[in-house]
């Protein structure tokens, strides 16, 4: 089974620092797949990012990064020059071929950036 | 080229009552997934279904919750004499794909029951 830990319940970030959102997870499958997603009020899932497990690179969009260490089993979001509008719920999710269920996700991260 | 689209956005049951919660899937997407959001919760997986059969259903309630894809016309998930415990928001995505890879699952805008 596939487990995801977000171990910050909630960040107060300043307006223009870069943040750093942690994620880990557990699965026994070798290929999988690591996403973001953010939630803002209004409750939509906004996609932000993806990673393969076989990826060498660190996945990148805009300011948007994840830092990938795959033998550490994280996949930490960090958000570049934090702007007002990134206050949201952060969720970090994981697929894997050995489940059919599509994506599992963490508990999530409440960022509130502050001016 | 319209994204998932879920129905209603917000819905009010009494307690007792039934509620139906709709998605149509992207335009050549044939796998649809079903998730619950609790407050102050992620999203638990409820359902995985394809066109006319429902492949994974472990994280269904075992009474009063049922989902199905017709052939024809939307997803339905449908909550039987709802309780407060139902209140949640209720995803649907859709996938081109059996087993999710790259950025092919896509999310709907989600549909939030109050129960009263």
């Given amino acids: 089974a596939q487990k995801i830990t977000q171990t910050q319940p909630g960040m107060f970030v300043q307006e223009k620092e870069a943040v750093t959102l942690d994620c880990t997870y557990d699965t026994s499958d070798q290929s999988y797949g690591l996403f973001w997603y953010k939630q803002p009020s209004s409750g939509e899932m906004i996609f932000l990012i993806y990673q393969g497990s076989y990826d060498e690179q660190n996945a990148t969009e805009g300011r948007y990064s994840l830092n990938f260490q795959k033998a550490r089993k994280s996949a930490n979001l960090v958000i570049s020059a934090s702007q007002l509008g990134d206050s949201a719920m952060y969720f970090c999710a994981m697929s894997s071929r050995g489940g059919a269920d599509g994506l599992t996700f963490g508990k999530g991260t409440h960022l509130i950036i502050q001016p | ?116």
């Fill in chain 2, 1 to 116: 080229n319209a994204g998932v689209m879920q129905n209603p956005r917000h819905l009010v049951r009494r307690r007792g009552q039934e509620a139906r919660l709709r998605c149509s899937p992207m335009k050549g997407h044939s796998h649809v997934y079903w998730y619950r959001q609790l407050p102050e919760e992620g999203l638990k997986f409820m359902v995985y279904l394809q066109k006319e059969n429902i492949i994974d259903e472990s994280g269904m309630p075992k009474e009063r919750f049922s989902a199905e894809f017709p052939k024809e016309g939307p997803s339905i998930l449908r909550i039987q004499q709802v309780v407060r415990g139902d209140s949640a928001a209720y995803f649907c995505a859709s996938s081109p794909l059996a087993v999710v890879s790259g950025n092919t699952i896509y999310f709907g805008e989600g549909s939030w029951l109050t129960v009263v």
